[in-house]
């Protein structure tokens, strides 16, 4: 909205815009966050603004998960938008309190609102986005990294989100410790076995996003080419395909490559059996 210092209030198109950019982007980031701990929510999200005509702005925001408010605060005042948007960062930050998360993603989530609020000078908004921004994709990153690495690999299976973080954190982080256990695999399991883990892994992580698996490469392409990027769902489905097509198309190459072993000493095998009677 944007209150003039008169009798009326006029709606701003482009005010209307950003608040639901805001929520539609707090709602996605929640509904991911929930996914990635193998949870269900419907979550609302309401922002707005109102610039009132005397150099400053009140605001309100709230957040609701299944119907109940878990977050928010009611209409206050602010010196800008900025310190407004500061505000809605911190709200948020609380919704992510809401989850059964893993220790080191709570602790994640303390620290981060600890900072967030924390915040002075002219970009507090800003800045307040970015932390928000960088904790709550590394932290769904990295619930879907570990989960994938205990419901796949035997290694770590058994083992907990906290166990795993532990881990990584001694190696130096989740990328080394995926880079020396690739390594690990790569050196000490049979092709079979190395193929077996590929499939399930680009299995998990297909269904992660309610995806099923195609078949073959073919079927790959199939299924993006059948998918209607003038929906929301669509283009999501086409993002998530594109970002699992590399590890798709290795596990691919993986089972042509058994294929053709397979066809080749079945060749050979009856060669070698024909030969008996020449």
Do not use: C
């Not at 977050?71 to 206050?76: M, Q």
């Not at 970015?130 to 205990?150: D, E, M, P, R, W």
């Not at 907990?160 to 690739?182: K, S």
């Amino acid at each position: 909205w944007n209150w003039k210092d008169v009798d009326f209030a006029s709606v701003d198109p482009q005010v209307v815009a950003a608040s639901r950019q805001l929520s539609m982007s707090i709602v996605d980031t929640l509904t991911q966050t929930a996914r990635a701990i193998g949870q269900d929510g419907d979550f609302r999200v309401t922002t707005g603004w109102a610039n009132r005509g005397k150099g400053d702005l009140w605001g309100a925001a709230q957040i609701m998960r299944d119907g109940q408010e878990v977050a928010g605060f009611n209409r206050s005042d602010y010196k800008d938008t900025q310190h407004y948007m500061q505000a809605v960062f911190s709200a948020t930050m609380d919704a992510f309190k809401t989850f059964d998360l893993p220790e080191w993603a709570s602790n994640l989530v303390d620290d981060t609102k600890k900072k967030i609020d924390a915040l002075e000078g002219d970009k507090v908004g800003e800045e307040a986005a970015a932390l928000y921004q960088q904790t709550s994709q590394g932290i769904v990153a990295t619930l879907n990294a570990i989960k994938l690495l205990i419901d796949v690999f035997p290694d770590f299976a058994g083992a907990t989100q906290d166990t795993v973080y532990a881990l990584a954190e001694a190696m130096g982080g989740m990328d080394n410790l995926n880079a020396a256990y690739a390594g690990y695999i790569q050196n000490f399991y049979t092709a079979d076995e190395q193929a077996d883990l590929a499939r399930k892994q680009v299995e998990s992580q297909f269904a992660a996003v309610g995806l099923a698996m195609p078949a073959s490469r073919e079927a790959f392409r199939a299924m993006v080419e059948s998918l209607d990027l003038t929906t929301e769902e669509g283009r999501k489905a086409f993002a998530t395909m594109m970002a699992l097509s590399g590890q798709a198309a290795t596990y691919y190459s993986i089972v042509e490559q058994q294929a053709a072993a397979a066809a080749s000493q079945a060749l050979e095998n009856a060669a070698t059996f024909y030969g008996q009677f020449t």
